[in-house]
Structures are given as C-alpha cells and as structure tokens.
C-alpha cells in the first residue's frame, strides 16, 4: 500500500477563494430560506448590456466560431483591446503583445508562472485580493507583504516598497484601483512608484480590472503610460468583467513584451487552448463599444458607495475611509474584536464575520483573506434596498458588542 499522498503538496497548498466560499455559502443559505444578504462577491448586480448578449447570440450561430481558434485570442479581438488600450490609458502595444486568457483570474496566473522562478521575490500591497498569493505561490515565487492600513487610506509609499525590497525581489505588483480597500492613487504617486520600479529593474506587474470605476475626482493612471522608462518590463493584467458586468462571460487579457507574451501564450495552448469563441466575441462588442454603459453602473456604485460609507461610520466601533475606486469598503472593525455579543467573544475578525453571518444574515468577507485581520470586505455591487437592509442589519447587531 502506496503512503504517497493522494493529492500533491503543491495543490494541497492552494487555499480555496474566501470571497467565493463566502458568496456560496450565503447562497446555500438564501436555498434554504434564509433572508441572507450578501456583500461577498465582486460582481455588478447589472446584466450584461444588450448590445453585447446579441453580439454572442450571432457568433453562436456562425460556424466559424464552432472550432479552435489561435490560442492567443481571436485577432480581431487582440486589435480591439489594444485599440481600446491606447484610448482609455494612452498606452500603445501592438496586437501581438495582447494575450486573451478565461477571464483575468487566468491572467495573473499566467502572468507570475511566466515571470518567476523558485524563490524570486514579489512585493504585494496588503491588504490584496485573495487570488494574488495562490498564484505567485503555485509559480514557485515568495510573495513580500507591504502592509497599509486605514491611516493611510491603504496606500503604500514609496519608503515602504524600498524597505521590503531585497536582492530576490524581482516583480512590483500595483494595483490601483484597489482591491479589496478600494484605493486609487494618484497620478503622483503613480510615477514615484514607477520611477522608483524602474530604477531598480524591477518588473511591474499592473492590475487595471478596475480602471473605469473611479469616483469623487479620483482618476485612474496607468504606471505603464505614466512611467514610460519601465520600458518592456511591464504586464498589464485587465478584463471585462467588472467594467461591462460580465463576470461570467470569463474574458481577460495579458499586454506585454513579445517574449513574456509568446511564452504565456505556450503555456494556455496547452492549459486551455483558445477561450470561448463566443464569449470572445462578446467581449469584442464590449470593447469596441462606447462606455455609456458603464457610465450608468458607476453613478450608481457611486451613490451606493456614500451610502453604505456614511452608514458604516455611524456603527460604534467601526471606522471606513472613503473607498475611490472599484465597488469596496474595507471597514476596520478591530475596536470590536473581543468584545462580548449574543454571548460570544470573538477573538478575530473571522469569527466576528461568522458570528455576524448567524445572528444578523448578513455575509461579509473577514480582513484574514485579504492579508489584514482586523477588517471586513463589503461589495457595495448589490441593489439599493439590500445594502441598506444589509448595512442596518450590521449596525443593529455590532451596537449590542460590549
């Protein structure tokens, strides 16, 4: 009898998606008749534009679209994206520097298996979205945490990125907007960071899902355009899932130099082959299309967002900073960790989410899956009425803490 095990330790390893486990689970809830509210998930609560469904219906009946296409991506859609590129960040690559991937979540995975070998370094600014450590872990990387908290509206500087940088450190990963915190910086900031990259030859990972979801006069830079100098030392990671409402349809991409690029498009030939030609042609109506529509989400993203800040802010014990970008507050909640409510003390804020998912039916994301315990993710991406109900739920159950 083998005593190997059954399942490698390097899948073993892989922790299952917090956000995901939380979302499934207060859907297994609502099945059983439970009034859950969820604010787990990073999805728009918006279908996907019209314009964009019949664009897949047409390509569904078009036999062209029945069999492989390139790897890479279909070519018409590689054009559209770095056409859609250069308009929304002024940054230009060729279509042959475009990598098509299932959905951004293939992209960043794609993106650290290409550029990593055992032991390099990856500097990440925490709190950071689950996915990020799973990927740079399975690539054999070491991921380096530049901690931030809410005194600094979750923005790392400049000081802090040198501090933990080492001779191993080989890749900067920048997001901004931020998720789960929501921070944007600014253009300023961008450039010191870039600068300060590209001065140590460092490699920049960039992810842009969110860059069309800014508010209150934040605006987004790309580091690619902004810090030119970083010349082909750079990736960009986007998709259309958060701008377009399509988290479903799973259609991300890759950009960067032709080496990094030819190298992950191996490694998809033979992980997936070509994404969905149906949804690629989904994603070519979106991008190609005018962001009138998106202009509709933001405003309401933008209103719920003040809500669900101002709301919040009122709960004793609970202090959020102005979320201004993507569809996130990150809540510090550490005042209420060990104090007594319905006949519990919770030590961490994952007990606190669970408790609070029990006796309140409202799920939120605990701080532990983003890197700093101590917080709480709430999507403000769910209607109008079930934030509020949601958010008042919380605030009810939080004031009995003592």
């Given amino acids: 009898m083998s005593t190997r095990p059954r399942v490698s330790a390097r899948i073993s390893a892989i922790s299952e998606s917090a956000t995901l486990a939380v979302d499934a689970k207060a859907k297994a809830m609502k099945a059983a008749g439970r009034p859950v509210i969820g604010f787990g998930a990073g999805e728009p609560d918006f279908p996907t534009p019209d314009y964009i469904v019949e664009a897949a219906v047409e390509a569904a009946r078009n036999p062209r679209f029945h069999k492989y296409t390139p790897a890479s991506g279909l070519p018409e859609l590689k054009q559209a994206i770095a056409d859609k590129t250069r308009r929304d960040s002024g940054y230009a690559a060729d279509a042959s520097r475009v990598l098509v991937t299932n959905g951004g979540k293939q992209a960043v995975y794609q993106a650290f298996a290409t550029l990593l070998d055992p032991g390099d370094e990856v500097l990440v600014v925490a709190p950071y979205w689950t996915t990020y450590p799973e990927a740079i872990k399975l690539a054999g990387g070491v991921q380096v945490d530049v901690v931030t908290d809410e005194t600094t509206g979750y923005l790392a500087s400049v000081e802090q990125l ?119 042609m989904a994603a070519l109506a979106a991008v190609s299309g005018d962001l009138s529509a998106v202009a509709r989400m933001r405003e309401a993203f933008d209103r719920r967002r003040q809500t669900m800040v101002r709301m919040l802010n009122e709960i004793p014990g609970v202090f959020c900073p102005e979320p201004k970008g993507a569809f996130y507050a990150y809540p510090t909640i550490k005042e209420l960790i060990g104090k007594e409510l319905r006949g519990r003390r919770p030590q961490t804020s994952a007990e606190l989410a669970e408790l609070i998912l029990e006796e309140a039916e409202v799920a939120v994301v605990p701080g532990e899956a983003f890197g700093t315990p101590g917080y709480f993710r709430l999507s403000y991406a769910l209607g109008d009425d079930d934030l509020v109900e949601g958010v008042s739920r919380l605030g009810k159950l939080l004031a009995e803490a003592r």
Avoid at 178 to 204: C, D, F, K, M, Y
Avoid at 248 to 264: F, Q
Wanted: no cysteine; hydrophobic share 40%.
């Fill in 162 to 280: 040198e501090a933990a940088r080492t001779d191993r450190t080989k890749v900067l990963l920048f997001v901004s907007p931020s998720n789960p915190t929501g921070a944007v910086h600014s253009r300023e900031q961008t450039e010191a960071i870039g600068r300060w990259a590209a001065g140590h030859g460092l490699w920049v990972v960039t992810d842009e899902i969110y860059e069309h979801l800014t508010y209150g006069g934040a605006e987004f830079t790309s580091i690619a355009t902004a810090v030119p100098e970083l010349g082909d030392r750079v990736v960009i990671l986007n998709g259309v899932a958060k701008t377009y409402a399509m988290t479903g349809w799973r259609v991300g991409w890759l950009i960067g130099p032709s080496d990094v690029v030819k190298a992950a498009t191996n490694l998809q030939s033979h992980a997936t082959s070509n994404v969905s030609n149906v949804a690629q």
